[in-house]
């Protein structure tokens, strides 16, 4: 499979269709009760932290990496002996938190945003990825399903764009 490179930003073609626009008016209805259920729980942190983690286990499952709701709690009680996956996931779930975070401090995501939450996820300092060979198989076929770009300075053209989109 051929490696994806996305267009540039901002796409030239119009998405802002009927189809697309009714979904995010009940997106929008969606959020704004979310937004109205967050601001009466006591500690709002509890329901940001249940739908990442939700979000990390089910993220997570597309590439094979399968734990349980039971080990995540575990995990979140420093319980030791945990699977590499649940590890895994936690470590997503932190990114996803990071994110988050940087993006409610700073108003904006950056490069350095981006590379900061890989670090959180990844558990190193690795930075931009520079070496090719990444892909996403299927387990059970080893059928490449998804080839990221795989030369430095196209993600680094592509992190660029995405920044100065933002």
Do not use: W
Request: with cysteine.
């Amino acid at each position: 499979m051929r490696e994806f490179i996305p267009n540039n930003l901002p796409l030239l073609k119009d998405i802002e269709t009927k189809k697309i626009l009714k979904k995010s008016i009940s997106a929008n209805r969606a959020l704004a009760k979310l937004n109205g259920v967050a601001k009466i729980i006591p500690n709002s942190n509890i329901l940001i932290n249940s739908l990442a983690l939700q979000e990390a286990k089910d993220s997570s499952e597309i590439e094979n990496i399968i734990t349980t709701h039971d080990d995540l709690y575990k995990a979140s009680l420093d319980i030791k002996n945990l699977s590499s996956a649940t590890k895994e996931v936690c470590n997503y779930k932190n990114a996803l938190l990071k994110g988050f975070g940087l993006v409610t401090d700073k108003k904006l995501l950056l490069k350095k945003h981006i590379i900061e939450i890989q670090k959180e996820l990844e558990q190193n300092d690795a930075g931009v990825r520079r070496q090719s060979g990444t892909n996403l198989k299927n387990t059970k076929t080893g059928e490449v399903i998804f080839t990221p770009p795989q030369n430095y300075e196209d993600i680094e053209n592509l992190l660029a764009n995405l920044e100065s989109y933002i």
